[in-house]
C-alpha cells in the first residue's frame, strides 16, 4: 500500500507484494533505464546486482505520479546509490550516460539478439559471443549446432518478438480448452502469466490445465498435444514430465529448488494462430512446416505464437496459478515474505510451515475460488 505523504514523497513497501501493482506506468524512462542496467548484469552473469536494478525498477512502477525531482525518492524502498544516481541523470538529461553506452556496445546487443531467441539463454549466447558470432545469419550458418528449440525460435524469430495481443491469447486459451475438453470432459484450462494480471499485451501464453478429481490430469497433456498437433496448430512442441516428489507420500519439508522452475508436466510450445486447417493454399516457403498451411504471397495471415501448456494436480492448482500469474519480482517477494515475516517455505507447489513442519491444503480454497 503506498500513502502519499504532504511533502511530495511517498511510502512504499519493500516487498513487492505488499504494494500496489498499478497496470500504468508513469515513469516508463526511469524503469526502461533501471531495467537496461539489470538486463546487462544478468548478461554478465551478476545475479544479485541484476535483482537489485529490478527492484528498483519495480518500486517506481508502483508510483501514483511521475518523479520529477530526486528528493521525491527519499522515502522509497530498494534504491541503491547507484539506481538513485542513473534516476538522478535522466531527470535532468533526459537520458544516462551509462544506459547509453550499455544500449549501444557490441556486447549487449549481441546478447539481447540471441537472448531473444527461444531455448538461448545467457550462457548459450554468450558463448556464441565469444566465438565472434554477431547476427541471427551467423547462427543460421550452423543449424547442426543448434537444438531443436533454437532451430524453431530462430524460424519464427520475427513473429515470437512480436507481442501477444489479449485477443489472441484468448483465441488460443479457447483452442486448448476445446482441445482439452475434448481428451478429459470436466478439466479447466486457464490463462494466467501477465494476461492474468491484466496486462493488454505479452511475450507468450500461459496455460493452466487441471481437473477437479484429483488423478485425472494424469496423461492428459499427450492426448491434448496430440490433439492440437492433429490440427495443425502446433509448429513446435516438447513435453517436459514432472518431476515433484508426490505430496501425498510425506509430511516432509519440501526441498527448495534453487531455480524459480516447477515441476509440474509442462509444453513449451509454438503455435500456429490464424491458419485453420483447410482454409489457404500451399505456400512456398522454406520455413513453414508442411502440415500446416499457409497462405502465399504477402499477406499472410497466421502468426507464430509461444504457448506454456501446464497441468497441475486440483490439490495444488491454488499454489501454481499464484505461481504462474507473475510478475517475476512478485513471485520472489512474496516467496522472501513468506520465508522471513511468516517462516513458511512458498513454491508453485505448496505452503509449508518451517517450525511447526506443517503442509497447508486448500481444498477449501478451491471450492472458494470456484464460487467467486
Ligand atoms: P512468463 O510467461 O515468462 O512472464 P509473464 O507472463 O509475466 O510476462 P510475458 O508477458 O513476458 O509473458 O512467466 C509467467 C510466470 O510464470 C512468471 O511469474 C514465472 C512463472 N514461471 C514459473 O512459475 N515456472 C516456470 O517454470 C516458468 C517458466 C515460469
Ligand atoms: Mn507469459
Ligand atoms: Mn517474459
Ligand atoms: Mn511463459
Redesign the pocket.
Known amino acids: 500500500v503506498s500513502v502519499e505523504k504532504p511533502q511530495d514523497t511517498w511510502l512504499v513497501a519493500a516487498y513487492a507484494c505488499q504494494r500496489r501493482s498499478p497496470l500504468p506506468n508513469n515513469n516508463q524512462l526511469l524503469t526502461d533505464a533501471l531495467e537496461t542496467l539489470a538486463e546487462e548484469a544478468h548478461f554478465c552473469g551478476h545475479e544479485g546486482r541484476s535483482l537489485a536494478f529490478s527492484r528498483a525498477s519495480s518500486v517506481l512502477k508502483a508510483l501514483p505520479r511521475t518523479v520529477r525531482r530526486v528528493q521525491e525518492l527519499d522515502s522509497l524502498p530498494c534504491l541503491g546509490e547507484h539506481s538513485k544516481r542513473v534516476i538522478q541523470e535522466v531527470l535532468e538529461d533526459g537520458t544516462s550516460a551509462e544506459v547509453e553506452t550499455i544500449r549501444q556496445s557490441e556486447k549487449y546487443q549481441a546478447m539481447k539478439l540471441f537472448t531473444k531467441i527461444f531455448g538461448v539463454g545467457v550462457k548459450t549466447a554468450h558463448q556464441w559471443y565469444q566465438e565472434g558470432r554477431r547476427t541471427l545469419d551467423d547462427l543460421r550458418g550452423h543449424p547442426a549446432q543448434l537444438s531443436k528449440e533454437q532451430q524453431a525460435g530462430l524460424i519464427h524469430y520475427e513473429d515470437l518478438n512480436t507481442p501477444v495481443k489479449r485477443a489472441d491469447a484468448e483465441a488460443i486459451g479457447q483452442v486448448v480448452r476445446e482441445a482439452v475438453n475434448k481428451c478429459l470432459p470436466g478439466a479447466s484450462v486457464t490463462l494466467t ?2 494476461f492474468r494480471r491484466g ?1 493488454p499485451s ?3 501464453v ?1 496455460l493452466l490445465i487441471t481437473h477437479p478429481v484429483e488423478g485425472q490430469e494424469a496423461g492428459l497433456l499427450k492426448k491434448v498435444i496430440a490433439c492440437l498437433d492433429q490440427q495443425g496448430f502446433l509448429l513446435y512442441h516438447s513435453i517436459h514430465r514432472n518431476t515433484f516428489e508426490s505430496l501425498e507420500d510425506s509430511d516432509q519439508e519440501p526441498s527448495s529448488h534453487a531455480s ?3 515441476q509440474y508436466e509442462r509444453c513449451f510450445s509454438i503455435f500456429c494462430l490464424g491458419d485453420l486447417p483447410g482454409d489457404a493454399q500451399e505456400g512456398a516457403g522454406a520455413e513453414k512446416p508442411s502440415r500446416v498451411r499457409r497462405t502465399s504471397g504477402a499477406s499472410r495471415f497466421w502468426k507464430a505464437v509461444r504457448v ?1 501448456l501446464v497441468v497441475t494436480p486440483y490439490s495444488q492448482f491454488p499454489f501454481a496459478l499464484l ?6 519480482i512478485f ?1 520472489r517477494d512474496l516467496r522472501r515474505f513468506a520465508k522471513r515475516e511468516k517462516k513458511m517455505l512458498l513454491n ?1 507447489h505448496t505452503l509449508y510451515h518451517l517450525e511447526q513442519s506443517r503442509v497447508y491444503r486448500f481444498p477449501q480454497g478451491i471450492e472458494r475460488m470456484r464460487r467467486k
Open positions: 502469466g501477465g496486462k505479452g511475450h507468450d500461459d524459480s522452475m516447477d506454456d505461481g504462474w500469474t507473475g510478475s517475476r513471485e508453485s
